[in-house]
């Protein structure tokens, strides 16, 4: 199982049961207009400990179990009770994550033991603290030794704890047109360019590679390539190079503008980064491209607009990709335009395709709702102050997050030979979380994230 699936099993296994504290909501027209009635009623909004590791703040299913900060706390043994500061960390869940070599594969990070056998009654028969571990014989005899940054990271707050988890962004900049006088670039051939170009990717959504040879579309493919080891495939293919000429038959559906929008918002899982490089523009002008933050355009509407925030972050929407013979793909279930980290309530993608939006899921009267709400985002989107307008040229890469950017391109003219890809967000984020905090950081996460 791939590492980051085993890490969100492990985390809805591991959480703790604390009631959620927003209800369920049915999609009946009562609950709609509650919802509208009484913005942010039953939710729980709350302030992170560390700040600027907050995307958007909206809402949380859960309470945390703990009170602040862990980074400093105490970890202490008393009466069969192991405590981080006044976190009390259950027995069955010390044992379940004992990292001895009987229970815990150093090499695969995987659990050995089976977690059923671990008596319900277990308790510390003894321990011993050397200041950075901690000892402890169990009841049944078994003896465990435990790391106390895991244990701190175990108590932390969610938002703390997801921050590895997610990879998340530690200095996020959100930026409107302005970030035309100095976007971020990486040179392909820069020491350690992948890890900046990641990094970039987290902090602004997108980058440019520069330095890319352009005589073929060869080295861009390796490029693309080396971030995951491998690129996204779909009913497309994965690696494309596309020529766009007047003189072909397809010319109208392939050089009028574009609007700014989210890819394959159709696939239960839309592409994670996508990339563009322009490898050559003859005979023609125009063409440009153009990039609006989602992120950003979404921090702006729920502070203008809370209750159409909310809508958008709750009103699933379906979608589509049909205009091929024989393919008629849905997503498994319908998705909101925000999608949020229930855990921590971060703001994680944002989808955004009129093209290919499908059903709304409210009763059809209820509709206008939606419609409404989608409009003042689309108002935001459109605003000259937020979209970021740039002619691609040969050598330059355009690589970014097709969860937070949207991207668009205006009308040209003459024949464009354009290559690109797809990397699913999983595979980036592997490769980001291994570039930032190292193989062994990440995998020590693991267990307490
Ligand atoms: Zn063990």
Redesign the pocket.
């Known amino acids: 199982m791939a590492a980051s699936s085993r890490s969100l099993a492990f985390w809805q296994r591991v959480a703790p049961r604390v009631p959620f504290c927003a209800r369920e909501r049915t999609r009946t027209c009562a609950s709609v207009s509650r919802l509208q009635s009484s913005p942010l009623s039953g939710i729980h909004s709350r302030s992170t400990p560390i700040a600027n590791a907050v995307l958007v703040k909206t809402q949380c299913r859960y309470k945390s179990s703990s009170v602040g900060s862990t980074s400093s706390a105490p970890v202490e043994t008393e009466d069969n009770v192991l405590r981080v500061g006044r976190v009390k960390i259950p027995n069955i869940w010390l ?1 379940d994550n ?7 594969h150093a090499d695969t990070k995987q659990r050995l ?1 089976d977690t059923f056998q671990i008596p319900h009654n277990l308790r510390i028969r003894s321990s011993e603290s050397d200041g950075k571990t901690t000892a402890i014989e169990w009841s049944d005899g ?3 030794r435990y790391d106390h940054s895991v244990l701190r990271q175990a108590a932390a707050p969610f938002k703390e704890r997801a921050i590895i988890r997610q990879g998340l962004a530690e200095e996020p900049v959100y930026w409107g047109s302005e970030i035309a006088s100095s976007p971020p670039k990486v040179p392909h051939d820069a020491p350690n360019a992948m890890r900046k170009i990641l990094e970039n990717i987290r902090n602004y959504g997108f980058t440019y590679i520069t330095n890319v040879p352009f005589h073929s579309p060869t080295p861009t493919e390796e490029i693309l390539t080396s971030i995951a080891g491998f690129l996204r495939l779909t009913h497309y293919g994965g690696f494309y190079v596309f020529t766009s000429d007047l003189a072909s038959a397809d010319t109208a559906y392939t050089n009028i503008a574009l609007e700014a929008h989210t890819d394959t918002t159709y696939f239960s899982e839309p592409a994670g980064l996508q990339a563009f490089h322009l490898l050559s523009h003859t005979d023609g002008e125009g063409g440009a491209s153009l990039l609006v933050d989602g992120f950003k355009c979404a921090l702006d509407l729920k502070s203008q607009d809370p209750e159409a925030y909310r809508i958008l972050s709750e009103v699933n929407v379906h979608a589509h990709a049909s205009g091929n013979k024989g393919i008629s793909i849905q997503p498994f279930r319908g998705f909101p335009v925000f999608s949020h980290d229930p855990a921590t309530g971060q703001l994680l993608q944002v989808r955004w395709n009129s093209s290919d939006r499908a059903g709304i899921e409210l009763p059809i009267a209820e509709t206008p709702k939606w419609y409404a709400a989608a409009r003042k985002y689309n108002a935001l989107l459109k605003k000259k102050r937020n979209e970021y307008w740039e002619q691609l040229t040969p050598g330059n890469i355009l690589l970014f997050d097709n969860w937070r950017v949207l991207h668009g391109r205006s009308a040209f003219t003459g024949k464009r030979t354009i290559c690109g890809a797809y990397v699913s967000r999983d595979d980036w984020v592997s490769r980001w979380k291994i570039e930032r905090w190292g193989d062994e950081a990440a995998g020590r996460a693991i267990a307490a994230s």
Do not use: G
């Open positions: 044992r004992c990292q001895c070599s009987t229970c815990f033991h078994h003896r465990s």
